[in-house]
């Protein structure tokens, strides 16, 4: 029905993102004498282009027990009796064995599977994995053409009762929690070796670029018509600190700049100039592991009272359902967002200053917004830029 127009759409408007008349012909505003950091997404030198089966030929994985000890059952004949589970404990002398990992217990080996797979960003996941290696469900994955003659390697205390029994047996033999624990390691290990296949891309160090070279043009959206955000576009429309003619957001991106209007004069404070550039679709960054590129929503622009400092700011609010399982953004699919805009900070906010023409930079990268995660928040930009919020 929706797709026959039968259904009522929500209005929608057209709303005209631009730099500020006054801004544009100021040459001396911050839009036409800054620079702002950009990368791009190249092809990456270092991959190891290999297939499965050059990964498995470079393959080796070797764990050991830790806490030495085999679940052994013992069978004392002389005795009517039932059999005897004992523990052997020997530490004086080991065994390595070797075994493919499709003779490991099944029932263990998909409880260490899914363990891994819980992190949102894992490549074992089914629906990544079919895409890298073309199987139709995931125990194709244990066949031996893919993964499942991949060996594994384990050092077990050695027993002289224990003499013919086979390497697999003698796997089985260990405590299901240390099978558990040594198969999760072996998936670990096996998730970042794909990786090193299927990661033909990188991000590059930040360039300057100049800063008008983006709003060059008035850049046209149309957007649902939301109350709030026209409440908030009125406000924005006569502050010095924001430079568009517009404004539209989603809830966290409403709340964001609420909570940004109530410390602009904290700001102040600190810096000689504040300027919050919601970025429409203009600017993009790459991530340096992979080249993912993502358009963070805000570029708080700053600079300093005391020296020709600028601070470029990335802020990128995020809703919560997109969070993980303990209410952050670490283990979510957006979790390689915040990994990337802490490895900013990391690279260009501490003692490396970066510099174009007759300015110095400071690049940051923010955790990501959300209002209910406000205090960590602010707790960081204090922490980052040095200013009392």
Request: with cysteine; glycine share 2%.
């Amino acid at each position: 029905m929706k797709r026959q127009e039968l259904l009522p759409g929500k209005e929608k408007q057209l709303k005209i993102f631009d730099i500020k008349p006054e801004i544009k012909k100021d040459k001396l505003s911050f839009y036409n004498t800054l620079n702002v950091y950009t990368n791009e997404k190249v092809a990456n030198p270092n991959r190891r282009k290999r297939d499965l089966e050059e990964l498995k030929k470079d393959w080796s994985f070797e764990d050991k027990l830790e806490e030495i000890a085999l679940n052994v059952t013992k069978l004392e004949f002389e005795k009517d009796t039932e059999d005897v589970t004992r523990y052997e404990t020997i530490q004086e002398k080991k065994r390595t064995i070797t075994l493919p990992l499709n003779k490991t217990p099944r029932n263990t080996r998909y409880k260490a599977l899914n363990i891994q797979t819980k992190k949102e960003k894992s490549i074992l996941r089914f629906n990544k994995l079919k895409e890298e290696i073309n199987i139709e469900c995931i125990e194709d994955a244990f066949k031996d053409e893919y993964f499942g003659s991949f060996n594994i390697s384990v050092v077990v205390p050695e027993n002289e009762n224990l003499k013919e029994v086979s390497d697999i047996e003698r796997f089985a033999m260990i405590e299901p929690k240390e099978q558990v624990r040594i198969l999760t390691n072996v998936f670990n290990k096996l998730e970042k070796e794909i990786e090193l296949i299927s990661n033909p891309h990188i991000g590059t160090e930040f360039k300057p670029v100049r800063l008008n070279n983006y709003y060059k043009i008035p850049k046209p959206i149309y957007v649902v018509k939301e109350p709030e955000s026209e409440t908030i576009e009125t406000r924005l429309k006569d502050k010095d600190w924001y430079p568009l003619t517009a404004f539209y957001g989603t809830s966290e991106e409403r709340e964001l700049v609420k909570f940004l209007e109530n410390k602009i004069a904290n700001f102040e404070d600190k810096f000689k100039e504040v300027n919050l550039l919601r970025n429409e679709e203009v600017y993009k960054i790459h991530d340096f592991k992979t080249g993912r590129g993502f358009m963070p929503d805000f570029i708080l622009f700053l600079k300093s009272e005391t020296e020709e400092l600028h601070y470029q700011v990335f802020i990128e609010p995020k809703g919560n359902q997109f969070k993980d399982a303990s209410n952050g953004y670490n283990d979510s699919a957006e979790g390689w967002k915040q990994e990337f805009l802490d490895r900013i900070s990391v690279k260009y906010s501490k003692d490396k200053l970066l510099k174009a023409e007759d300015k110095n930079y400071k690049l940051i990268g923010l955790p990501l917004y959300n209002k209910k995660l406000e205090k960590e928040f602010k707790e960081s930009t204090e922490k980052q830029l040095g200013v009392e919020l």
